[in-house]
């Protein structure tokens, strides 16, 4: 091409040298394209890629097979050996693919070298998992564990191949980072795919008695401890404790709840055994952490031997929770797992212990923390027998006998605050006694103002209220305070966390001056309720940056549960509005306190819906929208304050303008929870108020109740009689399992009724948008009531059986709550058939529910009869004396006579009760909904 351009040069206007240029220059860009294309196909890695990916689109493929098969219930089993054994394979080779999703990470990121290798050794295990898959899926019976089974099995196939895929794409070229944000996506896609696959396996091999994986990887864990490798995370000594000390305390009450349930429930050991390992697992690598963060290497020897000696006792209660599982009536067994979990116990102590000598003030803050936790839940509590209107004191005491106490109180913790910000830079003794004064103090305080509180009478609840909150702020802020005191401890003063310690100590000292200032104006009328706004605004606003700052989240809630948090918000604006029209102090109090608590619960909800959702433009959404509630709330607030001093029209005006702000953040947090259910394929949004919501609801919690009540009646035993040669011996067994019968029944009638009311929503023929909804809601009212009197009789039966069985009750008693139950059913019945088509699968399914309940009664009534003609049969001995005879005579008489009378004043008693409860109601619902009481 050069050549030819030399010539061109020359005489650019000869054509057969432009052509012989041009056909030169064609060649080049070809060979140029064969050589990036043979440079890319020969990329280190790229091969084994597509090999891996054409394995992984075959295992795909004889997976959607069985999944097929599991569908149509024609699945054969597959492969040799057990269940067990297939499930250990499953299980091993997801930890390997596991085991692999790092190091192809980081080959795919920047060593190229390293790629074939790892991508070739992860697809070496991807055969024995689909394997192994199929294999537990044929010998599962339950056919929804084969397809969730296969279905998570076909998920990690699937997010390995797309890791795979970006892999070949970044290709180990460090340079190439628009490729690494897929590489990231994609491999903790896959981690998380393994982890839930791994989960899903653990728990029912260890529900069915397996525990061999377990104690593998407990094993694993604790030579996991010894690894020389640093951790990455970046984390401090002080982290590492804090996890650590959770996760033991973790570790004991399993070990406890083991023992408990060892005695009552066998089987519930498996989930426990699993709980126990994977808390062992967590803690095993913060251990690691801790050795090699710990500036004390005689410290860290000590925290590892005796994280180590903890891994041995867990397996060993593994063990023998394993063991206990194969026989569950063995006594030696549960003695065994017993002493193993009480070694387990003993070795927690000595992990504290090991922990707190490494570092003992941040132990002591730790521990302070976690007192101080306990004084905020006692508070919460508080606070709400103050707004019940319950909270009361001796009718001597007056708040002028506590105001003093707390004063002094209070500014003694101001002094221990002091103490605790300055033990931060001193050594661990010095903080860990500042930090077990400020609790003394806290607690102390809290018990003075609970009782001020208590002093201020039943009448001003709101009063008390703000009392309790003020306390409750400066507990929180203690909280905080000791947190970031426990973080900064060691640390240079340009450390971050010592910036954190100071503002949180800023936040203590105003928490504490605002509890002084409310304790001076708690009794005055006029100034009350502006202390309240001025309380709430400041804790709204710290609440508002804990929002901003932590990923903190308390519990994850549905997006309805978020919705149902927005009516108190709306609630408590109507209220703030009405209170800055009125200006009076109640009002202003009463919206203070109810928007303060308002809001704080739709900011933890906030988190909780956005801690269940993936996708990060609806996450950020809805922490958006709570973000903007809570500082439109506050500036309301704040509005009012302003109303309060100076009450013009143009202040009222903005206050209407900035509650319409509230309303509408509060419409974007509904429509953001609506996008969330959206998004995750569910449409039934439902009006709460709607009476067919309503009747499906009770149908369903009385089923529930009926579920609780069969549970309660299930764990019944025969009373114990005295050896005897009678018959009646097994009496009390056929008692109870008629009982039992009845009980189960009704839980079968009840959900069918349930999925009969659902049918008839379904067929249009009830509904809220329908014209007739007034007597819909009828229906639904009759539907609710007879559930719940099916519920309600079902437990007064439970009682009655329990009681007759232990010899504390007749068998009139039983007989009379068996045919309650019986009236229940009918009434139950008669209220779904009002409306129903009697052909429909419902209906048919609730009719057999009703003849089951019918048959079980009838057997109960008759067992309990026949027990009653049997213990009625008395030997009467006649004394043939003229006398004493007659006199005899005369008593048999009397007491015939008595019982009439009491019988006839029982029946009167009866009428008199169904007169009273049936007289208030109209004549359309007793129609349908009580008729067969009588």
Known sequence: MLMAAKQLAVNARDPPTYQTYSTHSHSLSEAIKRL?????????????????????????????????????????????????????????????????????????????????????????????????????????????????????????????????????????????????????????????????????????????????????????????????????????????????????????????????????????????????ARDYNSLANDCHGAVHTSTNPQIGGKIKTAVQQLGNSCIDLVTEAGNLQCNPNDTYAKRDLNERARKVLENVSNVLAALQSGSKGTQACINAASTVSGIIGDLDTTIMFATAGTLNADPDESFNDHRENILKTAKALVEDTKTLVAGAAANQEHLASAAQNAVMTITKLADCVKHGAASLGSEQSEAQVLLINAVKDVASALADLISATKNASGKSVQDTSMSTLKDSAKVMVTNVTSLLKTVKTVEDEAARGTQALESSIEAIGQEMRVYASTERVEKKLTPDELVLVTKPITIATAKAVAAGNSCRQEDVIVAANMGRKAIFDLLRACKGVAATVDEDHLKRRILGAGNNCGIAYKELLEQINLIIQRPTGENKLLMGTISKRVAAAI????????????????????????????????????????????????????????????????????????????????????????????????????????????????????????????????????????????????????????????SSTAQLLVACKVKADPNSVAMHRLQNAGNAVKRATEVLVREAQKVKEWTYEETVTVDQRMVTGMAQLIMAQEDILIKERELESARKKLELIRKAKYKDRPMEYDSTDSGTDF
């Open 36 to 276: 990036v294309s043979s440079i890319r196909e020969g990329a280190p890695g790229h091969k084994e890629c597509d090999n891996a990916i054409q394995q992984l689109n075959l295992a795909l493929h004889d997976l959607d097979q069985a999944s097929l098969a599991a569908v149509g219930q024609s699945l054969s089993i597959r492969g040799d050996g057990s269940l067990q054994m297939h499930q250990q394979q499953l299980i091993n080779c997801a930890r390997q693919l596991l085991e692999h999703i790092e190091p192809i990470r980081n080959a795919a990121k920047g060593e190229a070298e390293n790629l074939g290798h790892l991508v070739t050794s992860a697809t070496s295990y991807l055969e024995p998992l689909k394997s192994g898959a199929v294999a537990c899926a044929s010998r599962t019976h339950n056919s929804k564990l084969q397809m969730a089974l296969l279905d998570q099995s076909k998920t990690v196939v699937e997010s390995m191949q797309n890791l795979l895929i970006a892999a070949k794409e970044a290709g180990g070229n460090s340079k190439a980072t628009h490729a690494h944000e897929a590489v990231d996506e994609t491999s903790d896609g896959a981690r998380e795919m393994l982890q839930e696959l791994i989960q899903t396996l653990e728990d029912t091999a260890s529900s069915s008695g397996l525990v061999s994986v377990l104690v593998d990887n407990l094993t694993k864990a604790i030579t996991k401890i010894d690894a020389r490798v640093p951790p990455k995370d970046g984390l401090s000594f002080v982290d590492y404790q804090t996890d650590m000390v959770k996760l033991a305390k973790q570790i004991a009450r399993t070990a406890q709840e083991m023992m408990s349930k060892s005695l009552t429930n066998v089987q519930e050991l498996g989930g426990l055994a699993n709980l126990l």
């Open 667 to 822: 419409s974007d947090i509904v429509q953001s929870a609506e996008a969330v259910k959206e998004f995750r394929g569910g449409n039934e949004w439902a009006d709460p108020h709607d009476p067919t919501v309503i009747a499906e609801n009770e149908l369903l919690s009385a089923a529930n109740s009926i579920e609780a009540a069969a549970r309660k009646l299930s764990q019944l035993q025969p009373r114990q009689h005295p050896k005897q040669a009678d018959e009646g011996l097994h009496f009390d067994e056929q008692i109870l399992d008629a009982a039992k019968s009845i009980a189960a029944a009704t839980t079968a009638l009840v959900k069918a009724a349930s999925m009969a009311q659902r049918e008839l929503v379904a067929q249009g023929k009830i509904g809220a948008t329908r014209a007739d909804f007034a007597e819909d809601s009828e229906w639904s009212q009759g539907l609710v009531s007879a559930a719940r009197r099916v519920a309600a009789a079902t437990h007064n039966l439970c009682d009655a059986a329990n009681a007759m069985v232990q010899g504390q009750a007749s068998e009139e008693k039983l007989i009379s709550s068996a045919k309650q139950v019986a």
